[in-house]
């Protein structure tokens, strides 16, 4: 499975109450969580803790730096996400 190609089309992946958001930048990715922060503050709170990032890259290590609410967000080499694991280069495990 490519994941790529999803960059261009989905910006964010909802299932109950977990969400992962997909960005090609630091920048973009920060956007949208300040969004996200925006309309979610009446109704939902963000967990810091359960919270992480994690960069997919086929090669080199560049740290990123996501906040909410003015803490930094864990950088994570592997995300599971509804069961299935995604590494930070490319790989996933179902």
């Not at 309309?39 to 090669?59: A, H, P, Y």
């Not at 080199?60 to 592997?78: A, D, L, W």
Request: include cysteine; aromatic fraction near 4%.
């Amino acid at each position: 499975m490519r994941i790529g190609p999803l960059v261009n089309r989905a910006k964010a992946v909802r299932f109950a109450d977990d969400q992962a958001m997909v960005s090609s930048s630091n920048a973009k990715l920060q956007r949208i969580t300040d969004a996200l922060i925006i309309t979610s503050n009446d109704w939902m709170k963000i967990n810091i803790k359960q919270t992480k990032v994690m960069r997919v890259r086929k090669t080199g290590r560049k740290k990123m730096m996501i906040t909410v609410n003015g803490h930094r967000v864990e950088e994570v080499r592997q995300f599971v996400y509804l069961g299935s694991a995604i590494t930070e280069d490319c790989n996933i495990m179902l």
